[in-house]
């Protein structure tokens, strides 16, 4: 072989080698090349239209990729959000004040906080930096709003409130989290008031009140009868002596058959006007039409808040959030289960009074899971066995 053969062959690989190269870089800057996060949070319920992924690519570009993907998801979920906003009639303009906002100055984060979408982390991580160990110990949400700077902002009527100049100068980068509006309900359920599960929750927050109002009761009993069976539940349930009652003693009280309210007492309760800040509809607690938020998912969280520290140049810090399990199984898995127990009628009312605005801002697909509950007959027992 000739040395002019020898560099033609040379040259043209060359060629090749580069075409290949230019032809990568375009398909990453495109975010055509894929990510499949080894991030721990399965991500089950995703958006209907889908938002861009990330995949680890071998090169020295590959963090500056993964960022890029990220902060597109990020302008992705505004733009669906400020379009929405401003959609003729829209509930979600009607809020023009959020609830609660948490400015965390050690960090520089502004957060709205959207319990049971990640909350407990958040504040777990923002009590860490503001606290020190003896605090920290006993720091709560309680805690956090003691010393709450952001509540001057909020002392304004809600028609007078204004996120100004002022405080994007003086307050954190501001953010929220969300997860899909459906399993968000099922599982704040789930979590605070099936079983009894949280004492605290059924004396405190409604579950008495809910069985009270809502449990079908022998008409025999008088209101004197209801009342001191009411008063022997509640007492059982907050010494939690439910496991060392007979058989006998369980079944003859009403109010502990189940002990807590069922799904379908507590979906009759909040359809009633019943409100909790763990199934608050995240417009009505957030306010996403007077705040430009960044947006982050539950499913996808431990990969979006690396990015959101990475922002806020701290990168040090690490949300290390697990989803919980419940240990009758995952929300997700249980939920057709759990709204078989209600009527279609309710199904639909619940969707579109705590639902459908929020699933429409945030792009979750919510209209499936409903559907799918509607398509199927209901079931008899109001426990589930899931």
């Keep these: 072989m000739s040395c002019v053969t020898r560099h033609w062959i040379m040259t043209t690989l060359k060629i090749l080698l580069m075409t290949a190269l230019i032809v990568v870089n375009m398909a990453i800057f495109n975010g055509n090349l894929k990510f499949n996060s080894n991030s721990m949070v399965a991500n089950k319920v995703e958006s209907a239209t889908e ?42 303009a009607s809020v023009t004040k959020p609830s609660e ?18 909350s407990s982390n958040w504040l777990d991580l923002f009590c860490k930096a503001n ?15 003691a010393n709450n700077p952001t509540t001057r902002y909020l ?14 100068e003086e307050l954190g980068l501001p953010f929220m989290t969300v997860r899909n509006p459906v399993t968000r309900f099922l599982s704040a359920y789930r979590d605070k008031w099936e079983m009894a599960r949280s004492p605290s929750f059924y004396k405190k927050r409604y579950g008495e009140e809910i069985v009270r109002q809502y449990r079908s009761v022998d008409p025999s009993f008088s209101e004197e009868d209801k009342e001191a069976l009411l008063a022997e539940a ?29 799904f379908k007492e507590f979906v009759k309760w909040a359809l009633n ?28 969280l431990n990969e979006e808040s690396g990015y959101l520290f990475s922002v806020i140049e701290r990168s040090y810090l690490n949300l290390d959030f697990r989803m919980s399990l419940n240990v009758h199984g995952k929300t997700d898995d249980c939920l057709l289960e ?19 605005v929020d699933c429409e801002l945030y792009s979750y697909p919510c209209k499936d899971s409903i559907s799918k509950v509607l398509a199927l007959g209901r079931i008899s027992q109001e426990i589930v066995r899931c």
């Design 51 to 92: 938002e861009p992924t990330a995949t680890v690519i071998p090169t020295a570009t590959a963090a500056y990729h993964v960022e890029h993907v990220i902060q597109q998801r990020f302008e992705k979920r505004s733009d669906n959000v400020r379009k929405i906003c401003n959609a003729r009639g829209n509930k979600a």
């Design 338 to 356: 759990y709204f078989r127990t209600i009527s279609k009628h309710d199904v639909q009312l619940l969707y579109n009074m705590f639902f459908k």
């Design 234 to 262: 509640g007492t059982v349930i907050l010494n939690r002596q439910l496991g060392s009652l007979r058989h006998e003693d369980v079944a003859r009280n009403p109010y502990l058959n189940p002990p807590g309210p069922t």
């Design 273 to 300: 006007g019943g409100m909790d800040p763990h199934i608050m509809p995240y417009y009505q607690s957030c306010a996403p039409c007077s705040i430009d938020y960044n947006i982050l998912r539950l499913e996808k």
């Design 101 to 118: 906002l948490f400015d965390v100055p050690s960090i520089g984060l502004l957060w709205c906080p959207t319990f049971k979408a990640g």
């Design 131 to 145: 606290f020190n160990h003896k605090i920290y110990e006993d720091c709560d949400i309680s805690t956090m709003r």
């Design 155 to 168: 002392s304004v009527p809600a028609d007078e409130f204004k996120y100004n100049k002022v405080m994007k």
